[in-house]
């Protein structure tokens, strides 16, 4: 394009005044270029600064995160003494109490109450419970020592992870340098480490940070979409059928297309004041739950899906329909038995899409009460249950540092999760998509 | 006793059953009438009505007796009270019934354990399970009843396919209004309580009304005239959030789909391209989490360097996340439109000698105007709607400033902070949730509308 600028654009010869018009031009040229240039320069600017975005997204989260996959234990010798454990009901024991006293013998030179209790708050209080549990699985172990490894408390935890600082004025840190000395002791002696922390992928959520995870908010998370996926896919493969092949085009139709496309567009917390009106109030579901969640988020992501299907249905090109017609199948066989099956890989990609979309739904779920602090893993649709991005948003409401990493590497799971989805989705586009 | 879940089985085995039942009749009618091409449709289809005539009755029977089987069981338990708490006032029969039925399902029970109670709750409990087994006995019997109707019909004239047609037409249809019934729902719903709350409250106050504490009305008593429910410092609150988040987006999110689309090669495309999806596809929560764990830091610390006061919930920090949220958003709507204006418009302008840059802003920006506007309008109705980012890194405090480093509210936080926790459906605090909810639908949709012709007007224009 160059070439054609540098031509006199007018016809006029150059002579007109001391300078020649190709002299105006060329300036004037230079000076576009440099705009040309500046532009390109913004555009690429903007790129970057989209992708350093997302970068610094992306390590802050990793970079607080990835410590919560390794949780601090500490090593414990318990004597399981027959006195203390009743051996036919192994259950009712005092457990806490045993716990109490092997870290007695670990330390016998504490003595007042005050520092008894400092140095009992370096275990957290899921050390009784998986006493317990490895008593009652093998009730053989009354009458002899047993080596456990338990989890220490947030507060120690965090020690090990260098969040912590050892330099800060003792009245500024969560730890006494009593307990730091303790602490010290058991590394010393090789009875503190760090472990891959698999509470944290087996368990519900809990108040002691040291004692959560996520199973709970993933089961939740996985019956809640379960309910969208067998509602929503059907109904909207259905909506979009009918919308692109029968519908006649009317008002009425034209009123069901403003609709859905409004609705795709519609804040999703709304959808959450209609879960919570309608399915709530007045059909009295109960609150909290994986089913009510499911319907919600199906309503919310019933436009996507129609929207995702219509487009995969508009791209079946005429001659497959003229075609099944014309060998005298009705316009109903013709939709299921040529349209459908050529269509249906473009539909489950807009699904999958919809599906990631209400797996990192938030909103509507804190308006049906998915906020409530759940400790038990949901085994159904009726449980109460967390979801994961819920989770997500209680613990970062949480004041405790080691809450901060759990936060975070949730959502790194979280992120996992929907990057697989949204690669299923691409990978099936690429290899289905047919070009006619 | 069955459970809904084992019912719904049974009845999918019968509709299968029925299915080969209805298949076989007609080919046995077809052989006696003289071959399989003596039937009017297919064999399937005559299989398939059988199946659809045991179905779908009794599971609309089973969908009836879901939804009134707790009212109805709770009235003949209500029924068959002692006389003495039977004629309880209203609130406290209401009480009791519940805790009888908590008790019956094992929950919590609000107060203490009586016998009567007990006696309620296990009679409770006797006429659930007698409902279930009448319910289960009748939606099969109304199943079976359904297949031999049918089976009697099936004769090789009997138009299988035309029916069985109609009914999945019917299907269809009914599935593509459950949009139009979510809007009814939705407007509904949220217009309900918003008139219980104009009750209280007038909609001038609201509308107007400068002052937003909805927490102090509950607890001196007073009903909102006060003027505690000024929804004036929310939304403006809003404004500036959605402002700050628009003007990290539009340039940004314009100028990358410009770039992209005109500028980049393949390969940068092919890069930058999905790097954007992911950034649309990361959940808000997570954006949430950024902005109070990073973002509003590190502008807070960046303003005590230059010695100003930055509140930790800055309006700044929320709407800086929110915007970068929405570029994705607004650069694919731009490509999409910017891709729509034809070749021509473009070799037109590079013929008489524009440069690149001047082809984009002198011919595709008015060319794609109107597509671009209808892009924005649906990313600040997007904004306006945005709810995680707020409620985590805004503030609950209704402030009515323009300074973007306070701390504001907007009206998603505030529908938030007033519905978690506990709801009362009789006090304005919980009511205003909706009346705020009804603003929230009325503007989205004003947005949406006005947006989406624009945006198809402009499609049709370049087809």
Redesign the interface.
Known sequence: ?SS??KKP?TGASGGSGRERAIDIVNRRLAK??R??KR??F??????I???V??A??LT??VG?GYTAFFQTYIKLDVALDATMLDRADPGGSDYQGIIKKSINKLYPEVEDRRSKRELYALFSSGAAFQLRNTVMENPDLIGTTVTLWVPADDDVDMLMKGHIKRDVPESGRRLSDKQLGWIDRLAVEDRIEKRFNVTFFTAGDSREPELSGIWGAVKGSFFTLLITLVLSF???L??A???EE??PKNLATD??E??????A???????G??G???FL????MPRSTPLVGGLVLT?MT??TI?IASRAALKAVPPSIREAALGVGS?K?QMVSSHVLPLALPGMLTGTIIGM?QA?????PL??IGM?AFIVDVPGGFTDPAAVM??Q??LW?DSPERAF?ER??AA?MV??AF??LM?ATA?VMRKRFEKRW | MMSPLALLLALLLLSAAGYFIGRRKALYAADKAGGPNMLHSRPNYYGVLTALWCCLPAFFLFILWL?FE?SIITSLMVADLPPGLRNLPQERLSLFVNDARNLASGNIVSGEITAEMRAAAAHYVNLQGIGKMIAGVTVLVVAIAGMLFVHRHITPELRA?NQV?RA??A???F??????F??I??VL??L??AVRFFQQVPVTDFLFGLKWSPQMAIREEQVGSSGAFGAIPVFAGTMLISGIAMMVAV???L??A???S???NKQ?RAV?K??????A??????????A???VAPVIRAGGSQLGIDVSSESALAAGLVMG?MI??FV?SLSDDVINAVPQSLRDGA??V??????T??HVLIPAALPGIVGGIL?AV??A?????IV??AAGLSANLTANPLQAVTTV?VQ??TL??GDQE?DSPKTLA??AL?LV??VV??FL??I??TVVRKYRERYE
């Open positions: 394009m054609v600028a654009s576009r270029y705009v040309e532009f390109r913004y555009g690429l600017c903007s790129i600064a989209s992708v975005f997302l610094v997204l802050s989260i607080n059907p109904i909207g259905a909506a059928v009918y919308l029968f519908a009123f069901i403003v609709n859905i496309n409004n609705l567009a519609v804040p999703s917390i709304v959808f004041l209609l919570l009106a309608v109030n007045f059909f009295g309503l019933l436009p129609i009705s109903m990631a797996l990192g739904e938030t909103a804190l308006m906020v991005p819920v997500i948003y970062a901060l936060t975070s959502i979280l992120l929907l990057i949204n691409v | 939804a707790q396919r047609e999945i037409m299907l269809l249809i599935c593509s209004t459950i949009a139009i979510t809007t729902g939705i719903s949220v309900y309580e340039p940004i999110g100028m990358s410009i770039f992209l005109e500028y980049a940068v930058a999905p790097l954007l999806e992911i950034l596809g990361v959940p808000t929560v997570v954006y949430g989490f950024f109070a764990l990073v970068i570029i994705p650069s590079y013929s000698g524009a440069t690149r840059s001047e984009i802003k649906l109705s997007r306006i709607g945005e709810t995680m409620v985590m998603t529908i938030v519905l978690v459906f949730a909706f909810g929230l639908f989205t949709l949406n509308i947006a989406l």
